[in-house]
């Protein structure tokens, strides 16, 4: 008999204000791409035609496997594998019932395979519906918001070129309203993982007449202050990449500056940020780990998987003994947290 696992549906929602997507939502794009033909045969209805490489992963392949098309969404699942890699083993031997130190001492020795014939090891499964402009999707470690942007955006415009050559798909992770308590733009601060992404750039010299902004600063024993432009940015990148970096900074209000600080404790005064630049953070945030992102808020403070809208819900395992989930429990439950969003006003259609 099967089991359920209880599992985190994360939910994204495609970004659009910057005109980097067609007029036409995110799930229609992904039915007709499914539905295009590339050298004559039907992407839908090859996976060798689905199968692209991963950038800066050499070896490393992605597919969209098991999909379905609804008039109203489509789901699918990806998958990560690398051809011809062996599967680490670890090889059990029964232990001596009265054992020396020696024999004690001793490991159990590792061993490697290859997969059978045919088959090839699954690094990585993750579970995905497009719902319009909607996304939902149950993560894997190795397979997150970002590799489905990858994916996706090689898929529409690549492969299929249901979109055009100079846009590309970006999934926005939303914060919890509910949770927060306030809209985004009258957030605090966001950290992640200690670190605190500050907006005060003093370094940069004012284009127009200045606002004088007080900053509230300290520094105590165990704090690091990387005050400099360049050092701030240099945090950033680590945490957000070199691409997503330079979109954040490239919204920074022209009388803002950048420090990041690394401190036991922190403390600053209020500011307002443009929604344009509070998008682009949210957005910059979208792959940050579960549990490390602290979002401070007028009504308080919320860390980790509540600062970022999702729901856990139990699915269906495919059987007791199985780690695969069964898809269309999959299905329906991902339905149902749409439903449910939409009902308590979360988001929006």
Not at 131 to 152: C, N, R
């Amino acid at each position: 008999m099967a089991t359920s696992k209880r599992v985190k549906i994360q939910y994204r929602r495609l970004r659009r204000d910057n005109g980097q997507f067609p007029a036409e939502t995110l799930s229609e794009k992904i039915a007709a791409a499914l539905s295009s033909k590339k050298e004559g045969i039907v992407l839908g209805e090859s996976v060798q035609k689905r199968i692209s490489e991963v950038p800066r992963a050499d070896g490393y392949q992605r597919v969209l496997n098991n999909f379905h098309i609804n008039e109203n969404y489509v789901f699918g699942d990806l998958c990560l594998f690398s051809p011809g890699q062996m599967q680490a083993l670890l090889q059990l031997s029964t232990d001596p019932s009265h054992s020396s130190l020696d024999e004690v001492l001793k490991a159990w020795a590792i061993a490697e395979s290859k997969a059978p014939a045919g088959h090839e090891y699954l690094h990585g499964m993750a579970y995905w519906m497009a719902v319009g402009d909607h996304f939902y999707q149950i993560q894997h470690v190795a397979l997150q918001t970002k590799a489905s942007e990858e994916y996706l955006t090689w898929f529409l415009r690549d492969q299929s070129g249901v979109i055009a050559h100079d846009q590309h798909v970006e999934l926005q992770a939303e914060f919890d309203r509910a949770q927060i308590g306030s809209d985004l733009g009258d957030v605090k601060s966001i950290e992640i993982g200690g670190l605190v992404p500050e907006t005060i750039r003093p370094e940069a010299p004012p284009t127009y007449t200045a606002t004088a902004v007080d900053v509230v600063t300290h520094e105590s024993l165990g704090e690091k202050l990387a005050a400099s432009w360049g050092k701030a940015k240099g945090v950033i990148v680590e945490l957000l990449g070199e691409v997503e970096a330079d979109k954040l900074l490239a919204q920074m209000p022209p009388d803002a500056a950048l420090e990041v600080t690394v401190n036991i404790g922190y403390r600053a005064k209020k500011r307002k940020f443009q929604k344009e630049f509070m998008k682009n953070l949210a957005s910059g945030l979208r792959n940050a780990p579960d549990g490390e992102l602290r979002v401070r808020g007028t009504d308080g403070e919320i860390k980790g998987d509540d600062a970022r809208l999702s729901a856990d819900m139990s699915i269906k395992k495919f059987s007791k003994e199985s780690n695969l989930l069964d898809i269309p429990d999959v299905i329906e439950q991902i339905l149902e947290v749409h439903r449910r969003f939409l009902h308590d006003g979360k988001i929006t259609e």
